[in-house]
C-alpha cells in the first residue's frame, strides 16, 4: 500500500473521527495500542502500558525488524495476549480496533507518524522531542485540533506532583517577580565511531527508517541523533525536558520575542552537523530564559535514579540537568525526573524544599484517561510545540550565523530573516510528505 492509497483508506476513518471522539469506554473496556520505534524508550513504553489492566498492546512495530522479537518478549512478560508485529506503522493505523498509537520513533518521523494517525482516528502519544522543526510542530497541532485527538508528548515532568508544588510557590510570590531562569543540559558523550559505510543488514527496512529525511549510503556508524537529518540534535533533544519545565513552572508562556545563540562543534568532532556546545538567550516580556548544553563535560551528571525515586536531592552544582529560578526576593533549585527543589531567601537561606519522584507512571495515567474522557492532557500538542520550538529557535540562530532572530509569533517565522526562516521547515522525500493541509 503507498501513501496516497492509504491516506484514502484512513480518511474514511477520519470522516468519523468525531463520533469517535464522543464515544464513551465502559469501566472495564481496555483501550487498544499499538507501538511504533522499539528502541529503549520505545520498548520501555509498550511494556508499561501493557502491564495497565486497562489496555492491551496489539501491535508493534519498528522498521529494523530485529528489534521485534525482543520487544514482543517484554511485552509478553506482562499480558497475556501475544503482540502482533509489523515493520509498517501503517498496519496499526489500518486496524479499526487501535485506539492509541505510541510514537517512539526518531525525531524525523514524530510529526508525519502522529500526523497520520490523527487522521486515522487514532491517539497519540508522541515522544520528546515533539517535531524535527517549527513548521511540523505546527502542523502536529492542528491535526489534533482537527481530528479530535488527544495528543499527550513524552515530557512528563510536568505530570509530576512536585513539578506542581513549584509552579504554585512561584506563583504565589515565595521568591518575588522572576526575571531569570537558567536551564542547563551538560554532560559528556562519546564519539561517534569512524564511517563505515556498507550493504543494509538483514531485516532492516532502511527506506521505511528514513522516511521523510534523505536517504543517505547505509552506515551502521552514523548516530542520528548527532545528524541534523534526522535530529534537532543530542542537547536540545535532551533539554526539551528542562525546558519544558521551566516553562510549566512560569506558567506557560508561549513564544519569547527573540532568540540569541552561539556554540559550535568544539571537542566531538566526529562527522556530525549538530553542536556538542550550545547556549542560547530568549528575550520575554519581563523575564530572560538562558540555556546551557554541552557534550564533553564528564563533571555533570544526570541525576541518579536512587535520588530519582527517594527523598533525596541531586548534588546542585554539579547537576547536569538542573534548573535556576531567580527572583527578587528569593533564588531556587529545581530538577527534573523526580529530581525536586529547594527554595533559598535574600540571603542564601534555605526556606522550602520538596522532594520529587519520577512521573512516567502519572503521565501515562493522565494519558488513558483523557483518551477517555476527551480532556486535553497535561503535555498537549501546544505545550509540545512552543517547548521544542525553543529548541528549534536556539539551532535557527546557530544555523544563521549566531544572529539574534526576531520572532513572529504570529506568523511563527523571523520577520528579518530569511536565511533561518530556511530552518522553519524541511525538504520531504516522497511519498512521505507532511502536508499544507492535514
Known amino acids: 500500500m503507498n501513501r496516497r492509497e492509504f491516506v484514502k483508506t484512513v ?27 522499539l528502541g529503549g524508550r520505545g520498548t520501555y513504553l509498550a511494556q508499561a502500558f501493557a502491564g495497565r489492566a486497562d489496555c492491551e ?40 480496533d487501535v485506539d492509541v498509537l505510541i510514537n517512539a520513533t526518531p525525531d524525523h518521523w514524530h510529526a508525519l507518524g502522529t500526523i497520520m494517525a ?19 510542530g505546527r502542523k502536529m ?74 536517504k543517505p549510503s547505509y552506515d551502521p556508524n552514523r548516530y542520528w541523533l548527532a545528524m541534523r537529518e534526522y535530529s534537532c540534535g543530542p542537547i536540545p533533544g535532551d533539554a526539551v525536558h528542562q ?7 512560569m506558567g506557560d ?52 535514579v536512587a535520588i530519582r525515586d527517594s527523598d533525596a536531592f541531586p548534588d546542585w552544582p554539579f547537576c547536569a540537568t538542573k534548573i535556576e529560578v531567580l527572583g527578587e526576593d528569593g533564588y531556587m533549585y529545581v530538577g527534573r525526573h523526580g529530581g525536586g527543589w529547594v527554595a ?13 519522584r519520577q512521573a512516567d507512571k502519572e503521565h501515562q495515567d493522565n494519558f488513558i484517561d483523557c483518551v477517555r474522557t476527551r480532556k486535553q492532557p497535561n503535555a498537549n500538542a501546544e505545550q509540545g ?20 532572530l526576531q520572532f513572529d509569533a504570529g506568523t511563527e517565522t523571523f520577520p528579518n530573516c530569511p536565511q533561518a526562516n530556511k530552518d522553519l521547515r524541511r525538504t520531504y522525500r516522497a511519498p512521505w510528505v507532511v502536508p499544507d493541509n492535514v
Open 344 to 356: 533559598y531567601d535574600a540571603d542564601g537561606k534555605l526556606v522550602a524544599s520538596g522532594y520529587g
Open 141 to 214: 497541532v492542528e491535526a489534533a485540533a482537527k481530528y479530535e485527538r488527544v495528543v499527550q508528548v513524552g515530557m512528563q515532568t510536568r505530570s509530576g506532583p512536585y513539578a506542581q508544588q513549584v509552579k504554585e510557590y512561584i506563583a504565589a510570590g515565595k521568591i518575588g517577580k522572576v526575571h531569570m531562569v537558567r536551564v542547563y543540559n551538560m554532560m559528556q558523550h562519546p564519539r561517534m565511531r569512524p564511517p563505515s559505510p556498507g550493504p543494509e543488514p538483514d531485516g532492516l527496512a532502511y527506506d521505511m527508517w528514513c522516511g521523510p529525511a534523505a
Open 253 to 304: 508562556p508561549a513564544w519569547p520575542k527573540a532568540v540569541s545563540a552561539t556554540g559550535g562543534i568544539v571537542s566531538l568532532k566526529d562527522g556530525r552537523d549538530t553542536p556538542d556546545t550550545q547556549a542560547a538567550i530568549y528575550e520575554y516580556e519581563n523575564m530572560t530564559l538562558l540555556f546551557q548544553g554541552s557534550l564533553w563535560t564528564p563533571y555533570m551528571k544526570k541525576i541518579p
Open 385 to 404: 510545540h512552543y517547548s521544542v520550538g525553543l529548541c528549534h529557535l536556539a539551532n535557527a540562530s546557530f544555523y544563521a550565523g549566531n544572529q539574534r
Open 57 to 96: 498492546l496489539r501491535w508493534l512495530c519498528d522498521a529494523d525488524g530485529r528489534r521485534l522479537t525482543r520487544a514482543a518478549s517484554s511485552v509478553g512478560q506482562v499480558q497475556k495476549a501475544a503482540a502482533r508485529t509489523t515493520q509498517d506503522f501503517r498496519e496499526i493505523l489500518a486496524d479499526k
Open 11 to 37: 480518511m474514511g476513518a477520519a470522516a468519523f473521527a468525531g463520533v469517535w471522539a464522543r464515544r464513551g469506554y465502559a469501566a472495564n473496556e481496555r483501550v487498544i495500542i499499538g507501538a511504533m520505534g
Open 118 to 136: 490523527c487522521q486515522a482516528g487514532k491517539d497519540v502519544y508522541v515522544e520528546k522531542p515533539m517535531a524535527h522543526n517549527i513548521w511540523e
Open 243 to 249: 525546558l519544558d519545565l521551566a516553562r510549566f513552572i
